[in-house]
């Protein structure tokens, strides 16, 4: 007798369950995922393709979230798996509450089983919240890396918003595969930093398949580094993790799940944005994470910013468009933007909540706390389209663009236009550059 089990997920660490530890098992059946986080990807089927057409021949259909209880009852589930990141303990047991009294167990998967083995070694960079800042930490890994004369490749966590077998495995190599590959924003945003540097990055569905594909990159492949996704921890097993933390949100490294695993399991962390955070606040994070991990390696860490037109800013009415999912279920309130627009003396933050149409005002209404910034969503292109028109309608002198991508490129904005970029930069010693020393010498990477 199979036992009937439901992923609770979001286009993600679910499909990564599923493919590492169900799929090809005989015993399990898994009825249904359920979707959450992630506007419009439920609806559809996680197809026979990915699955094993021989144990799911109909592939398996994703439901949303808000269904699990009726769909435990009327699919006879005795495991439910809840499998996506960065989310509050308290919304974690209200789930397992929620799962256990309609009858079914709530299970977490773990790292042991979940963990791929790479040919080649691995450094993954994971944190306690989305927002942190791990891309730029990932991108100044490759950077110092690169100066030494190696390939890095690195694997991004998944973001399959669309044709999941045409995901399955996807390579990013220049600006153009964007477009090839129908990349969301949220997609570009974390592709795009890596290929206008000259290093190669996949994604997709199937990590095993992606992981043997970037070992064998035909450009080379010396190191894999992992690029993780919200605060999850990852899909590959790493020789050495770093992770990042946020003294803006003071606690949540032991707070959020899973963040505070990340947290435990890293042998480096970066407690990023000490130049614009409260000393205190620092200090609460440095605290908490000597409690759960007094081992790991502390690096101070700082995101200077970049501005191209600081005097577009000045005196001037603006709109300040920022990450999406650092505003959405990251919860910041501010971002690079806005730190740019107070530095340099805007006369007003406009707030876009009044203008917004369509998906962007839904998105307003699910996240009520993003205050007067505009979160640069774009996970269809519905989605961007509204995008566009709110910040058409928005009346401003200028629109702050603090996303990683060029935001022109995706949508079209008829008012000037500010970039605000910004980039890791150690502070003191430890730093990455002495801590990666160790690493290539001892797995013998000198070129």
Request: glycine share 8%.
């Amino acid at each position: 007798m199979r036992r009937n089990v439901i992923i609770i997920g979001a286009a993600g660490r679910d499909f990564h369950n599923f493919n590492t530890f169900f799929r090809g098992k005989s015993e399990y059946n898994v009825v249904a995922f359920t979707a959450a986080q992630i506007p419009d990807i439920d609806g559809r089927k996680y197809p026979a393709e990915l699955a094993g057409a021989d144990l799911y021949p109909n592939g398996i259909p994703i439901y949303a979230e808000s269904d699990l209880t009726s769909l435990i009852k009327d699919l006879q589930a005795l495991d439910c798996v809840f499998a996506y990141s960065d989310v509050p303990y308290q919304r974690v047991m209200n789930m397992s509450a929620v799962v256990n009294a309609a009858g079914a167990n709530f299970i977490l998967l773990g790292p042991g089983e979940t963990m791929i083995k790479s040919t080649k070694p691995v450094i993954a960079v994971g944190a306690t919240r989305t927002g942190c800042g791990k891309s730029q930490t990932s991108r100044r890994i490759i950077e110092i890396l690169m100066a030494k004369g190696l390939k890095v490749v690195a694997v991004r966590h998944p973001m399959p918003y669309g044709d999941l077998v045409a995901q399955k495995v996807q390579r990013f190599a220049e600006v153009g595969d964007l477009a090839r590959h129908k990349c969301t924003i949220e997609e570009m945003e974390e592709y795009e930093p890596h290929v206008v540097r000259g290093n190669v990055i996949y994604a997709g569905v199937d990590y095993e398949a992606i992981l043997r594909a970037a070992e064998n990159d035909p450009s080379g492949c010396d190191v894999v580094l992992w690029d993780g996704g919200n605060n999850d921890f990852p899909f590959y097993k790493p020789d050495l993790t770093v992770g990042v933390a946020d003294p803006h949100r003071p606690g949540a490294e032991i707070s959020y799940y899973p963040g505070e695993v990340v947290a435990r399991m890293s042998d480096v962390i970066v407690i990023n944005k000490i130049d614009s955070a409260d000393i205190a606040n620092i200090q609460k994070v440095r605290d908490n994470l000597a409690k759960i991990n007094p081992n790991a390696i502390i690096v101070d860490g700082a995101s200077p910013l970049t501005v191209d037109k600081p005097e577009l800013i000045r005196g001037k009415r603006v709109l300040v468009v920022e990450d999406g999912p650092t505003l959405t279920h990251g919860e910041m309130k501010i971002g690079a933007g806005t730190v740019a627009a107070n530095k340099y003396g805007a006369a007003e933050l406009v707030d876009p909540r009044p203008y917004a149409v369509g998906k962007l005002a839904e998105t307003f209404r699910i996240y009520p706390n993003i205050g007067t910034l505009l979160p640069a969503m774009g996970y269809g292109e519905e989605q961007t389209r509204d995008l566009e028109k709110t910040i058409a309608n928005t009346p401003c002198d200028a629109v702050v663009i603090a996303t990683p991508i060029d935001l022109k490129r995706i949508v079209k904005i008829d008012k000037p236009t500010v970039k605000v970029g910004y980039d890791l930069q150690e502070i003191g010693k430890p730093d990455l550059t002495e801590i990666l020393d160790v690493f290539v010498k001892k797995h013998n990477l000198v070129k």
